[in-house]
C-alpha cells in the first residue's frame, strides 16, 4: 500500500488542497486503487511557498495545482503504484 498526502494547512487551502482531495479520492475509486494507495491528509509541510503541497511515498511533488492534479496524478503517482 502506497500513500499520498496532500496539505490541507492554511495556505495550501487557500491554493485549493481541498479540491485536491476530492478529485484524488474520486480518481482512487474510478481506477479501482482501493487497495493500492491510501490517500492522507496533513498539516503544514514546510512548503507553503510552492504549489499545493503534495507528496507520494515521502517524496515532494511539485507545483501541483486544482487544474494539473489530475494530470500529476497519471504522470506521477499512476505509473508507480505497482
Ligand atoms: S500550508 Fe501546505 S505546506 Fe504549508
Known amino acids: 500500500m502506497k ?6 494547512g ?3 487551502h487557500l ?4 479540491q485536491v482531495v476530492q478529485s484524488y479520492q474520486k480518481l482512487i475509486q474510478t481506477e479501482h486503487l ?3 494507495l491510501t490517500l492522507k491528509a496533513s498539516f503544514c509541510q514546510g512548503k507553503c511557498k510552492g504549489g499545493i503541497a ?3 511515498e515521502g517524496e515532494y511533488l511539485p507545483d501541483v495545482s486544482i487544474t494539473n492534479c489530475e494530470q500529476v496524478f497519471r504522470e506521477r503517482i499512476l505509473p ?3
Not at 15 to 18: A, E, I
Open 34 to 36: 482501493e487497495d493500492k
Open 54 to 56: 503534495v507528496t507520494f
Open 3 to 8: 500513500t499520498v498526502t496532500v496539505c490541507v
Open 15 to 18: 491554493k485549493g488542497s481541498y
Open 10 to 12: 492554511s495556505s495550501c
Open 80 to 82: 508507480n503504484l505497482d
